[in-house]
């Protein structure tokens, strides 16, 4: 690649060979001079964007990192809410089985306190005492002849 020709590919204008004027001559170098200089802004432009470019791609990947991760353990907090929540619900499936029987417990207690009531009441009948006074001796023979 000659002097004249960028790394673009593209060619300058080409330098007029032979006599020319001193100010011709001058200002062709620093029109050269001026667009060396605007090729070389405008590349490192190309190379500011394209780093731009590069941070903004590795930023995108980030962000979906962050996604994928936030994601992931929304996915694990709603799955152990929901096994909390079939917990929670068997523990007050539980205690409602659990209150039926202290219910049931409760209605056979009053069952067999009122049928104790009423065994008082035959023990203290008259009829009971005088049948206990005539079974003595059947029940001291019967206790004997079990020790024996």
């Known amino acids: 690649m000659s002097s004249d020709e960028s790394s673009s590919g593209r060619t300058l204008p080409a ?11 001058a200002d062709a170098d620093e029109s050269e001079a001026n667009v060396r200089v605007q090729l070389i802004e405008a590349q490192l432009r190309i190379l500011e964007l394209r780093d731009f470019a590069i941070g903004s791609a590795a930023r995108v990947g980030e962000m979906q990192v962050r996604l994928t991760t936030k994601e992931h353990e929304l996915a694990q907090a709603l799955t152990v809410n929901h096994y909390k929540d079939i917990h929670i619900s068997n523990h007050l499936a539980h205690i409602a089985r659990l209150e039926a029987a202290l219910a049931e417990n409760d209605s056979r207690i009053k069952q067999l306190l009122v049928r104790s009531t009423q065994l008082d009441h035959v023990h203290a009948s008259m009829t009971w005492r005088i049948g206990r006074v005539l079974m003595l001796p059947v029940r001291i023979v019967r206790r004997l002849l079990r020790r024996i």
């Open 15 to 25: 330098k007029p060979r032979g006599r020319v004027a001193a100010s011709d001559s």
